[in-house]
């Protein structure tokens, strides 16, 4: 049986779509994470969670093909582009970063395809696919038919970072650096950073490999942002998203880093092979202006004790010796202090006060832009980031550090110091308070969002963050989104409340895999996009990202949602529009939507076997 999204008779469509939507949802939920799959190790784990799945709350969530939200004439149909572009990533394209230059990484940065190579066609899942499993389980087990690349596993066999077993791929937790273990190596971090008292919250994670640091970081209830270059480590990034941790596909390059400054309670390095002493510590640079004042950075691997280790590392100790020294001068250079070295580990903290900076050589050379979170494509410069002004020289800079959840609500420094036009104390209560009541809304019409089915959130247009506050679980994380157009730069905003987040412009693909999120949510995007590039451009870069089965909420007027829902229709997907929670005279609408699931090689949607 199968179901399409075509035009034809709407009631008995919708009708139909109905009963056999629900249905398949709950076939595919239920059968699709083990009967798809085989029988394995991983069968064991997976049947327990399904077991426990209620098909009634996957049916409540009622889709609808038209009819319902006041959208006529012919659907267009998108085709897939079919399996050769299953793991499509258009702006990190392996073939077309091959013609640009290796110096400096800049062929691993972002080169997007232009207006006339887009593609305008649905990215299939692989076959076999089915549904990760969920937090915590997910962090130690990958459905192999997902992510269906065991290089890593022979690469990486002796450093335990995964390990294929049946039908699944397992991690169990080890890294280059943490041969015992990521808890063992995040216990001796935090010997040092405060981590276990909520004061270090949000950590940037450079290089991250399939991302266990920032998995296991989730036990201390700190959230990371890793991110690692598409490269001969096949699938990292993707795995590390399977896993449920944050990541994205992203390298220090040639250009910044796209975060705000100051954004960052820590930053790590594990063997990264990063160069940080070369091109005169510009990548120290850039990192020390991500990390908040009294924030902490973390090194560990070559060439820290490089007296010890230079012949396991098959390096002569000439060439580490002077690579440690490089780095030293660099840390000197921006006041940072060591606080700990000890075996291959190093870690040094940012100052909290602007007074060494005020006063600072004019050897040091201070960044002139008045906007350090200026950063879209902008390249990275030779230069140190100043300190925001304060009327102390021994204030902290930027504010004092609150402990998370406390800072999760709490005013954050930026609105209180007026560094944000326009926006008071007031404002971002009241947006907490109209957020909180927008996502009691959406619970009500999507029951899922209480159960833990979406692990991996997104925000597309993210404002001051209180979606995600509103969201805020142990079962979930959300990637906030700043579109570069937007009125307000509010994402520094985003960090000082403990969340993470990007700036990215939505006229070109997110740095991700296919099939990366369980959940988008869409406020206004289409709207602020509509005069810039195509709604259905954008549309289909949502649905490269969204898992089969993954639901979207878009927030628009209604004359847009309309639009949007007939664009989706064509696109495999069901949707339903619903009034504001205030009543139907209020102008805007929300629009609930469900991808449905579909693999390489099907021509149609859903199907029965």
């Not at 990958?142 to 066999?157: D, M």
Request: overall charge negative; charged content about 25%; aromatic content about 10%.
């Amino acid at each position: 049986m199968a179901t399409k999204g075509n035009s034809g008779d709407n009631r008995s469509r919708s009708s139909m779509s109905i009963v056999v939507v629900a249905g398949l949802c709950c076939f595919f939920y239920i059968l699709g994470v083990w009967q798809r799959s085989g029988f394995g190790k991983g069968d064991s784990i997976a049947m327990d969670i399904t077991s426990h799945t209620d098909c009634s709350i996957l049916s409540s969530l009622v889709t609808h093909h038209s009819g319902t939200d006041g959208s006529e004439g012919v659907v267009k149909e998108f085709k897939s582009c079919g399996s050769r572009y299953i793991d499509y990533t258009p702006c990190q394209d392996q073939m077309r970063a091959m013609t640009f230059p290796r110096e400096n990484m800049n062929y691993r940065e972002r080169h997007c395809p232009p207006e006339e190579e887009k593609l305008h066609c649905l990215i299939p899942a692989p076959k076999g696919y089915v549904t990760p499993f969920r937090w915590p389980q997910s962090r130690d087990y990958v459905p192999y038919a997902n992510a269906p690349y065991k290089s890593l596993t022979v690469e990486k066999a002796v450093q335990n970072w995964i390990q294929y077993e049946g039908n699944v791929f397992r991690f169990p937790g080890g890294g280059t650096q943490f041969p015992h273990g990521a808890d063992a190596y995040i216990n001796e971090l935090a010997g040092v950073i405060p981590m276990d008292n909520g004061m270090v919250r949000t950590a940037l994670d450079t290089g991250c490999g399939v991302a266990s640091w920032g998995a296991y970081l989730f036990k201390k209830n700190v959230i990371a942002m890793s991110f690692a270059p598409r490269d001969s480590h096949e699938a990292q990034v993707q795995f590390a998203l399977e896993r449920g941790v944050p990541a994205v596909i992203g390298v220090l390059g040639t250009i910044k880093l796209p975060y705000p400054s100051r954004a960052f309670d820590m930053a790590h390095c594990s063997r990264c092979l990063i160069p940080w002493g070369e091109n005169d510590g510009m990548y120290m640079m850039e990192v020390d202006r991500v990390l908040r004042p009294g924030g902490y950075w973390v090194l560990s691997g070559p060439p820290i004790n490089w007296r010890n280790n230079y012949v396991a590392w098959q390096r002569p100790k000439e060439e580490l010796e002077e690579e440690q020294k490089k780095i030293e001068e660099v840390a000197k250079l921006l006041n940072w202090e060591k606080k700990h070295e000890k075996g291959e580990i190093a870690i040094w903290r940012k100052q909290t006060t602007s007074e060494y900076r005020r006063d600072q050589d004019p050897q040091s050379n201070m960044c002139e832009s008045n906007n350090a979170d200026d950063v879209w494509y902008k390249k990275m410069e030779l230069c140190v980031t100043p300190f925001p002004e304060t009327s102390d020289f021994n204030e902290d800079a930027g504010g004092p550090w609150k402990p998370f959840p406390e800072r999760l609500n709490a005013l954050p420094s930026r609105i209180s110091s007026g560094f944000v036009p326009d926006v008071s104390a007031e404002t971002f209560q009241e947006d907490n308070k109209a957020w909180k009541k927008h996502v009691n809304a959406y619970k009500r019409t999507n029951k899922l969002m209480n159960t833990g089915r979406y692990r991996n959130i997104m925000d597309m247009n993210a404002g001051l963050g209180s979606f995600a506050a509103a969201l805020d679980s142990p079962k979930l994380w959300v990637m906030n989104v700043m579109p570069t157009i937007a009125e307000k730069d509010t994402l520094g905003v985003i960090f000082e409340r403990g969340l993470i987040g990007i700036y990215h412009d939505w006229c070109e693909a997110f740095s991700t895999y296919p099939r990366t999120y369980d959940l988008i949510h869409a406020n206004g995007v289409f709207s602020l996009y509509k005069d810039k590039c195509d709604a259905e451009d954008i549309l289909l870069e949502m649905d490269r990202i969204l898992r089969p089965e993954g639901a979207v909420i878009f927030r628009d007027h209604m004359d847009v949602l309309v639009k949007v829902s007939k664009l989706a229709r064509g696109m495999r997907w069901n949707t339903k529009m619903v009034d504001h929670e205030d009543g139907p005279l209020v102008p805007e609408k929300v629009l609930f939507a469900v991808k449905r699931y579909w693999v390489a090689g099907e021509d149609n949607s859903t199907t029965s076997e």
